[in-house]
């Protein structure tokens, strides 16, 4: 593994996870997410905006970018570390495309993505924790954190790789990282619920 794989891994992840579909496909309805809502550039905030249907499909577009950046550097490099960099750097390009002056969204569909071929067991656990959090509380950062909480112990547990282990906690501290402003919601008692008019 040279340098120059690292590098090319890394910036073709960053730029396929920088296409900003909630954006573009909210757009096309005259709807900038950046000016609406949360502010945020992500399918949860397009929920609030827009129609379920567009929710659900920028959902599965957002997951696929983390889970393409992974398995195309694996394909081409059959190296787990980078394959893992891959992934990190996709969710990276998400939270701060550079089309949209480094303002995205904050990564949990991309990770699912990325996780979904390095760990799918892992990730359908955890994605059952985050539906089961969600149904209980109706609100969808508790969901995303619990999830993400959730993701490095299940990867070890189940016996992931160790580069996707160590992926799983860098993953899980920068969506932490992302979602600061909503654990401080949280704290306060006024984090928006479901169905919540904003």
Known sequence: MTAADVALVV???????????????????????????????????????????TAITVLALDATKGGLAVWLADALTRH?????CAGLAAIAGHVYPPWLGFRGGKGMATTAGMFAVLA???????AVLFLL???????????SLGAMLALPPLTAWLGAAPPVVMGACAAAVFVAFRHRTNMRRLWLGTERRLGQRL
């Open 11 to 53: 910036l073709a992840g960053f730029l396929l996870g920088s296409i900003p579909f909630p954006y573009l496909l909210t757009r096309r309805r005259g709807i900038d997410l950046r000016t609406v809502g949360s502010g945020n550039v992500g399918a949860a905030n397009v929920l609030r905006v827009s129609s379920p249907a």
């Open 80 to 84: 787990s570390t980078l394959a893992v």
């Open 120 to 126: 799918p067991a892992a990730t359908a656990l955890s």
């Open 133 to 143: 959090l969600i149904l209980g509380t109706r609100i969808v950062s508790v969901g």
